[in-house]
């Protein structure tokens, strides 16, 4: 990576350790520099304190944004803010992926075309088909932030490789709106993150598929939307505290998709980062964590977002954290289930045979029969079965886009072609387990759709004799523009892999830990519907033992 570096000896490392363990430990919250203000100031006020933001009994922010907005502040900064004792009320106009240019003619149609998610006391309430007028005229915010989406938060007015794109008009025009209905608000801007190394998706080859470009132009155009805009009161500049926490023995590990934050150091850092801006003073120190994080976690993604505030467009080196002695960065665990694949132990350990009914890979079995179409037994540790159930295909006629098949010559991983709506994947321990109330239990498996593979998914886990959908998964409803579904998802996949992790909190007893990965339409990652079961829909449970960023399926029992 060629993005510039701090803390290049050890006295330097040994003396930030020194000053952040006295800030945590002692609880002593410092200002944060707002370097990009700083710069904006009247020549010599460099030598002066910086001004900590007057604040109303109750800071209301409200953010107009999509996906990485949501990513930004729904999640953890009310703990922020409540640890603190500062009353807050978050608000997020949310639409999927959305761009400037789709806010700004939202605003000029007045569309009622928002998902307006509000934070009050820790609640969160969410209201569909609402207009920015309306959202913006609900309270008397303190902060509203916009931003740029579809990828091009790097783009101010730029080409590169071949991708030209400008935020103007269209960032003038939002914020021209904003002003008009929300004059005493202070404007925000946010700047995203860049993608994780290794991820396909098109939108990172806007930067030419490499992070460090990617960081290196959202620091460009941020500096750009700065100085064209000088209304603009502060920078979210999460790409700087995501940067950060990379440097740490997280390392590149802070997504769950490659482009979205994953929903723990990823979440919990960028929210950090907007608690101490806002505040105006540091948030190393500050006592909420989610549960999932342990004190050392939090104190690292608590200092990445630190140092974002203090020294913005750089990425501040904290490789000198070091996990405390015995600690692995894993909680501590029993394994209920653990698979491997390879075309060698898929063949010796009967997966094949139970997958397919043959004995040899590279034979599909053809089914349109309602039921359970094969299963794979946990064959590395633990007890389980991993299996895919469908629903009655009998009515399509038995041509080739009318079967379904079941596969594992790929790598010795289970695949299967046509899903329709209401197939579902479904892991499950078979070991005689009764789980009490309160029990965590976690999953994680690799998944890959194919370039032709269904698109929409809901995961589901049973709890008591009910499946739940999962709780940190955002579920969606949308109905689809060809088919006319209307479906209620948790996953829009894409062309590429993904991992799939979660932990979740049992509130019933529960026998054996089941989960569900439910097909809700035959839609496809290419956004094209057949209608039918499509031979070239394949769905395949992946999982490469040489390559840690593709985990093989493991059910876990936290301890």
Same mark, same amino acid.
């Given at each position: 990576?060629?993005?510039?570096?701090?803390?290049?000896?050890?006295?330097?490392?040994?003396?930030?350790?020194?000053?952040? @363990?006295? $800030?945590?430990?002692?609880?002593?919250?410092?200002?944060?520099? /707002? &370097?990009?203000?700083? #710069? +904006? %100031?009247? =020549?010599?006020?460099?030598?002066?304190?910086?001004?900590?933001?007057?604040?109303?009994?109750?800071?209301?922010?409200?953010?107009?944004?999509?996906?990485?907005?949501?990513?930004?502040?729904?999640?953890?900064?009310?703990?922020?803010?409540?640890?603190?004792?500062?009353?807050?009320?978050?608000?997020? @106009?949310? $639409?999927?992926?959305?761009?400037?240019?789709?806010?700004?003619? /939202? &605003?000029?149609?007045? #569309? +009622? %075309?928002? =998902?307006?998610?509000?934070?009050?006391?820790?609640?969160?309430?969410?209201?569909?088909?609402?207009?920015?007028?309306?959202?913006?005229?609900?309270?008397?915010?303190?902060?509203?932030?916009?931003?740029?989406?579809?990828?091009?938060?790097?783009?101010?007015?730029?080409?590169?490789?071949?991708?030209?794109?400008?935020?103007?008009?269209?960032?003038?025009?939002?914020?021209?709106?904003?002003?008009?209905?929300?004059?005493? %608000?202070?404007?925000?801007?946010?700047?995203?993150?860049?993608?994780?190394?290794?991820?396909?998706?098109?939108?990172?080859?806007?930067?030419?598929?490499?992070?460090?470009?990617?960081?290196?132009?959202?620091?460009?155009?941020?500096?750009?939307?700065?100085?064209?805009?000088?209304?603009?009161?502060?920078?979210?500049?999460?790409?700087?505290?995501?940067?950060?926490?990379?440097?740490?023995?997280?390392?590149?590990?802070?997504?769950?998709?490659?482009?979205?934050?994953?929903?723990?150091?990823?979440?919990?850092?960028?929210?950090?980062?907007?608690?101490?801006?806002?505040?105006?003073?540091?948030?190393?120190?500050?006592?909420?964590?989610?549960?999932?994080?342990?004190?050392?976690?939090?104190?690292?993604?608590?200092?990445?977002?630190?140092?974002?505030?203090?020294?913005?467009?750089?990425?501040?080196?904290?490789?000198?954290?070091?996990?405390?002695?015995?600690?692995?960065?894993?909680?501590?665990?029993?394994?209920?289930?653990?698979?491997?694949?390879?075309?060698?132990?898929?063949?010796?350990?009967?997966?094949?045979?139970?997958?397919?009914?043959?004995?040899?890979?590279?034979?599909?079995?053809?089914?349109?029969?309602?039921?359970?179409?094969?299963?794979?037994?946990?064959?590395?540790?633990?007890?389980?079965?991993?299996?895919?159930?469908?629903?009655?295909?009998?009515?399509?006629?038995?041509?080739?886009?009318?079967?379904?098949?079941?596969?594992?010559?790929?790598?010795?991983?289970?695949?299967?072609?046509?899903?329709?709506?209401?197939?579902?994947?479904?892991?499950?321990?078979?070991?005689?387990?009764?789980?009490?109330?309160?029990?965590?239990?976690?999953?994680?498996?690799?998944?890959?759709?194919?370039?032709?593979?269904?698109?929409?998914?809901?995961?589901?886990?049973?709890?008591?004799?009910?499946?739940?959908?999962?709780?940190?998964?955002?579920?969606?409803?949308?109905?689809?523009?060809?088919?006319?579904?209307?479906?209620?998802?948790?996953?829009?996949?894409?062309?590429?892999?993904?991992?799939?992790?979660?932990?979740?909190?049992?509130?019933?007893?529960?026998?054996?830990?089941?989960?569900?990965?439910?097909?809700?339409?035959?839609?496809?990652?290419?956004?094209?519907?057949?209608?039918?079961?499509?031979?070239?829909?394949?769905?395949?449970?992946?999982?490469?033992?040489?390559?840690?960023?593709?985990?093989?399926?493991?059910?876990?029992?936290?301890?």
């Amino acid at each position: 990576m060629n993005i510039n570096l701090k803390l290049s000896n050890y006295m330097e490392k040994m003396s930030r350790i020194c000053r952040l @363990m006295s $800030i945590a430990f002692a609880l002593i919250f410092v200002n944060c520099t /707002n &370097a990009e203000e700083a #710069a +904006a %100031a009247p =020549s010599g006020s460099g030598d002066s304190e910086p001004e900590v933001p007057v604040l109303p009994e109750t800071v209301k922010i409200l953010a107009i944004g999509n996906s990485f907005s949501a990513d930004a502040v729904e999640q953890e900064l009310y703990g922020l803010f409540e640890a603190v004792g500062q009353k807050v009320v978050i608000g997020n @106009m949310y $639409i999927g992926g959305c761009p400037l240019e789709t806010h700004a003619a /939202n &605003a000029a149609s007045d #569309a +009622a %075309a928002y =998902s307006y998610r509000k934070i009050v006391d820790g609640v969160m309430t969410k209201t569909s088909s609402v207009k920015l007028s309306t959202a913006l005229a609900d309270e008397d915010w303190t902060f509203v932030s916009v931003q740029e989406g579809k990828g091009f938060h790097g783009f101010y007015d730029t080409t590169h490789e071949g991708t030209t794109h400008s935020m103007e008009p269209d960032l003038t025009n939002l914020l021209n709106y904003v002003r008009s209905k929300c004059p005493d %608000a202070r404007l925000v801007y946010h700047a995203p993150w860049a993608a994780k190394e290794g991820y396909t998706g098109v939108k990172f080859s806007y930067y030419g598929y490499d992070q460090a470009k990617m960081y290196e132009m959202i620091c460009g155009a941020t500096k750009e939307v700065v100085a064209a805009h000088p209304e603009i009161g502060l920078v979210m500049n999460s790409m700087d505290a995501i940067q950060n926490v990379r440097t740490s023995y997280f390392g590149d590990n802070v997504t769950r998709d490659g482009w979205h934050l994953n929903y723990t150091i990823g979440r919990y850092t960028a929210g950090c980062l907007w608690f101490e801006k806002i505040m105006g003073r540091s948030v190393v120190g500050n006592a909420y964590r989610p549960s999932a994080i342990s004190e050392t976690d939090a104190l690292v993604c608590q200092t990445a977002a630190h140092e974002a505030c203090e020294h913005p467009y750089v990425v501040t080196d904290l490789s000198y954290f070091e996990k405390p002695a015995g600690e692995d960065g894993d909680e501590p665990h029993t394994v209920l289930a653990k698979w491997y694949f390879s075309r060698e132990r898929t063949v010796a350990d009967g997966g094949c045979e139970t997958w397919t009914g043959q004995d040899e890979l590279g034979v599909y079995r053809y089914d349109n029969e309602p039921g359970e179409r094969g299963y794979f037994e946990a064959n590395e540790e633990g007890a389980g079965r991993l299996s895919y159930v469908q629903v009655d295909k009998t009515e399509w006629p038995e041509d080739a886009a009318g079967l379904s098949t079941l596969d594992v010559s790929n790598g010795g991983q289970p695949v299967m072609s046509g899903p329709m709506a209401g197939d579902y994947w479904q892991f499950a321990t078979t070991g005689g387990h009764e789980f009490a109330e309160g029990t965590r239990l976690r999953i994680v498996y690799t998944y890959n759709p194919g370039n032709y593979g269904a698109k929409y998914w809901r995961i589901e886990y049973k709890d008591g004799d009910v499946f739940k959908p999962v709780p940190s998964f955002e579920l969606k409803t949308e109905t689809l523009p060809l088919s006319g579904e209307t479906v209620t998802y948790n996953q829009a996949f894409d062309a590429s892999q993904r991992v799939i992790e979660f932990t979740v909190v049992l509130d019933n007893p529960t026998s054996e830990f089941v989960v569900r990965q439910i097909c809700c339409s035959a839609y496809q990652v290419n956004d094209k519907w057949l209608g039918h079961p499509n031979i070239k829909c394949v769905s395949r449970i992946a999982g490469d033992p040489n390559n840690e960023n593709k985990p093989l399926p493991q059910m876990d029992l936290l301890l």
